[in-house]
């Protein structure tokens, strides 16, 4: 069996989650698509009458989330306020149905590392709220330089009063893990009636940007697979026929096909 075209194969294998140097886990799309600001699912949340069922703001909007790897489709990120601590102290919190928590004192800052992989886009951070009191809740996506004690402010979002179920900010942002660190923080007031029961991340795996020159002399930058052949290059999946072409048009074999799909699916023999 052959395939028609490396260049058809090459789009095949970066379907799979590759890196390329410290951009990102690599996928194919001959066109990015449009950031659609949307979120799946629903939670049991509580009302002052009881529980009752919170519905997702942008429902209406999605499709079925799932881990895939495609870069129009959202992964999804769930962080429990179960994973959350105290940053500045002893704190204690007042635990309710449903797996809300709300503040009864001390400091009020709480943190949760953000683990996603380097080079995803971040569309979406949400915070599943419950506010029936005129204090609010604040929201941060801040980064940690590793090598040093610089942070930036990704973004934030506050509750602005009574009836609020979720809070959410959409910083389109690109996650470089090779000197970085992500931390969303919660500060809430110490108030019964805001409550907090999560965060959920909504993010995109990505194409590495194109290098300025070229790895094979037979894909230039001009060339339509330019992109996503570098990206293969990059991650050691494919070295091409000869160490300067790659033969874009050439058939690929059972054994070729073999080598790509192990590379990228980065299959060992287990211990």
């Known amino acids: 069996m052959s395939i028609n075209s490396r260049v058809i194969l090459a789009a095949m294998a970066a379907l799979l989650p590759i890196t390329a140097s410290a951009a990102a886990t690599a996928v194919i799309a001959l066109a990015e698509p449009a950031l659609a600001q949307s979120e799946w699912g629903a939670l049991n949340g509580p ?13 209406s909007q ?32 007042a635990y309710h149905h449903g797996g809300y928590v709300s503040r009864a004192s001390g400091a009020g800052l709480l943190w949760a590392p953000l683990t996603i992989p380097s080079g995803s886009l971040i569309d979406t951070v949400r915070a599943w709220i419950y506010d029936n009191s005129s204090n609010g809740v604040t929201m941060y996506l801040t980064e940690l330089f590793g090598n040093s004690d610089g942070i930036v402010d990704i973004g934030n979002v506050s509750s602005v009063g009574t009836g609020q179920t979720s809070i959410a900010f959409y910083p389109a942002f690109t996650v470089n893990n090779s000197n970085n660190m992500y931390v969303v923080y919660l500060n809430m007031p110490i108030d019964t009636s805001v409550r907090v029961k999560g965060v959920r991340v909504l993010w995109y795996r990505q194409i590495s940007a194109a290098p300025v020159s070229a790895t094979f002399s037979d894909v230039p930058t001009g060339h339509w697979a330019f992109q996503f052949i570098q990206a293969l290059a990059a991650s050691g999946i494919t070295t091409g026929t000869t160490p300067t072409t790659f033969s874009p048009n050439a058939n690929v074999t059972r054994a070729q096909m073999a080598v790509f799909l192990s590379k990228a699916l980065g299959l060992h023999h287990p211990f």
């Open 62 to 93: 999605v499709v079925t989330p799932k881990d895939s790897f495609g870069t129009a489709d959202r992964s999804v990120l769930w962080i429990p306020m179960a994973a959350f601590q105290s940053r500045d102290g002893a704190s204690t919190w």
């Open 47 to 59: 009302s002052a009458a009881g529980p009752d069922l919170v519905a997702d703001p942008d429902r």
